[in-house]
């Protein structure tokens, strides 16, 4: 389908990598398309929507879109309201979505709705539908605290009609074909804070060194080194951990446990490493010259 036939440690390679170019929004951007919206749909779609949607995608001429979240399900997506009711050879969907990353400009979605009205893990379905139907209103792009350069926007469906052929894979098996994808998502998540916070911590490293106060460089106050040193430890660890995880994911195992641990891990310290250096930099810290401030947002 036009990809390297790479295994997903690749994605994870990349991921470190982009960490250099000093912003999260396009990581993020980047990420939606080739870790988050289209697994599911490289493991259980058919050889046709593969040809349609992942073709393109992985060429870059598509730009893809994940529409899981809504107004009320967040966290919780078993709550997600978005139907997709069967009529004749069509799925008719209603509802909406919310926090779509690239949803402005994308050209499809990989769409969970609920397709019947069983038990709430067993109702839904992931569906590829084209962002060019009738019925579908991008509603508004969301105004962000940071990530500026990754659009975010609220959609809303309004009898969209879309070929029942769309489905990826089998109906009612889109809550774990979504739980599934959310692992590779979990993964470039960690690995995209990796280098970020790698430079943040030299940078600070850096400027301790030159800057001096009471005589001395900051850096020569060895409460400075400790702090430092912990969080590059901190970040070291977190490095292994992912690493472990990507090892075990490639050979095929189920690693909802690290890639979430891992997730939390990274969350937790990016505000840790972004917040403690903030303050080494001083007055500086507060300034939109430095790296560690956009972080900080
Ligand atoms: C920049 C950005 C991009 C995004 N891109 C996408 C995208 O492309 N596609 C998509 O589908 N979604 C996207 N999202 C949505 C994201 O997945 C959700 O924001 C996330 O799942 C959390 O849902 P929520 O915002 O509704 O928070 P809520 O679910 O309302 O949670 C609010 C708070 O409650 C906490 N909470 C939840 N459950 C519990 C509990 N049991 N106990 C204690 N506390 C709890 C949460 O941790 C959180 O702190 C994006 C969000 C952002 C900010």
Redesign the pocket.
Known sequence: YGGMGLDFSYNIAVAEELGNIRCGGIP?AIG?QAG??TPALTRFGSHELKKQFLVPTIAGDFVA?????????????ANIKTTAVKKGDEYVINGG???????TQADWMCL?ANTSEGPPHQNKSLICLPMNLPGIHVARK?D?L??RS?D?AQIFFEDVRVPCKNLIGEEGKGFTYQMLQFQEERLWGVAIALTPLETIIQETIDYTRQREVFGQPVLHNQTVHFHLAELATELELLRSLLHRAVALYVEGNDVTKFASMAKLKAGRLTREVTDSCLQFWGGMGFTNEVLVSRFYR
């Open positions: 993020m939606v988050m919206a879109c994940l529409g899981i979240s809504e107004t009320g399900a967040g966290s919780d997506v979505k919310m926090w779509i990353t690239s949803g969970l969301i962000k940071g990530m990754s975010t």
